[in-house]
Structures are given as C-alpha cells and as structure tokens.
C-alpha cells in the first residue's frame, strides 16, 4: 500500500512540474518563432542627403555639384540581418572631350543626367555588440540591384545639345554607419557606390559586350541624415 502511495505521490509531482516549465516553454516558442519572431513589426526609414562623384568617359568637374536624396526603408528579419527598399533623386553632372558621330574631336562638352533610381537590397551588421549595445551603434554593409531612370542632356561644344531618356539596371554597394541617440531617433552616415550596366549615362561610350564590361559607367556617393525606428 505504501509503494502504491508513493509511486502516486510521484506522479502527482511529476505533473506539477511539467505543468510550471510549459509556460516558459510556449513563451520561448512563441518569441522564437518564425511568424512570431520579435522583430516582425520592426522597421526604420532613413532621410539622407549627400554629394555624388561621376566616373565615365566625362567625369571632369563642372560648376555644378553632383547631388542626391535618398528615403530607405528597412524590415529587420532577425538580431543582424534586414531587407531595404531604396528610392533615389539625384542630378549627375561631368565634362570632358569626345569624338561625337561625324568624328569631330570636340572639348568641353557637359553632360546632366536628373535620374530616380529604385533599388533592393540585403543589408548585414557587421559589427559585434552585445543585443542592448546593437541598438545604439550600427556598422552595417549592404548589397543589391534595381533600375536607374535618366533624363539626359549633353551640350557638345558649337553642337546641338543632344537630349535622351533611358533606363537601366544597376547594382547598390552600401556601408553605412547608425548611431541611436533615443530609442527611435538617429543619425546615419553612409559610403556608396552604384553600377550602371551602361557606358552611356553620360551619352558618350561604347555598347556593352563580352569585352566591355569593363566599361561599365559608375558613380560614388557619400551621404548623412537622421533615421527612425518604426517598432
């Protein structure tokens, strides 16, 4: 009778125990899982405005400056790793000497490119910070592709000024640096550099090929701005 008592006994704190470790189970499983991760509603949009440096065919300074604004929009999908929608306006500008299609060697021609690029991109921290420390300071590089829109002009020296629309696809290198001085308001710096996959964003170049990639028209960027947590 006794070992009967003792193996209910038994069995009755067996259940009381299980019975307490299960709701700090199902929280765990709650936080961890994937619809119902803690960073499913966390989102941030930056504003940020900085000066872009042309490199092509007419990549000689002007007396305008090369400029761009930028808005992103960011889903953090877990502690280090996001997805960023990007949409720029920019105005390119540069100079320098061609031949144009008569074959004439002409000097000083400018050309002005006002484009929007849109753009996808993966984005990855890089630094090493505990979890509390993470939300105050950001190092992070980001990578992606979209399409740049252009509306170009180009004023050959004693030529007609030649005007053209184009569109192309790019890529998007991103290093950016965040630092949080609030909960949900900060400041970002950021080092860019953008692809084109064309040699004619300055309409002047060559058509691309299998041995002309390397032409390939590209411009850096260096930008600042305040950034906001949407969570």
Known sequence: MKKILLILLSCVLTIQASAQRKPNFNTID?????????YKKTYSVSFTYGVLVFHGDLSGKTENQSTTKNITINKQINAGLSLSAK???????GQGDIYNSYNNFTTNNVFSNSYLATSIMVK???????????????INVAAGIGIISSEINLY????????????????????DFKYFFSPH????????????????????????GPKTLTKMDLFTGYTAGICIKLE
């Open 87 to 93: 949409a720029s306006f920019g105005e390119l500008y």
């Open 30 to 38: 709650r936080k961890a899982g994937l619809y119902n991760n803690a």
């Open 156 to 175: 050959p020296e004693h030529l007609p000024v030649l005007k053209r629309n184009m569109k192309k696809p790019y890529t998007h290198l991103v290093l």
């Open 185 to 208: 308001i900060g400041l970002i710096i950021a080092s860019e550099l953008s692809y084109c996959i064309s040699d004619r964003i300055d309409l002047h170049g060559v058509n691309l």
């Open 124 to 138: 990855k921290q890089v630094n090493k910070t505990k979890e509390s420390n993470s939300r105050v300071f950001n």
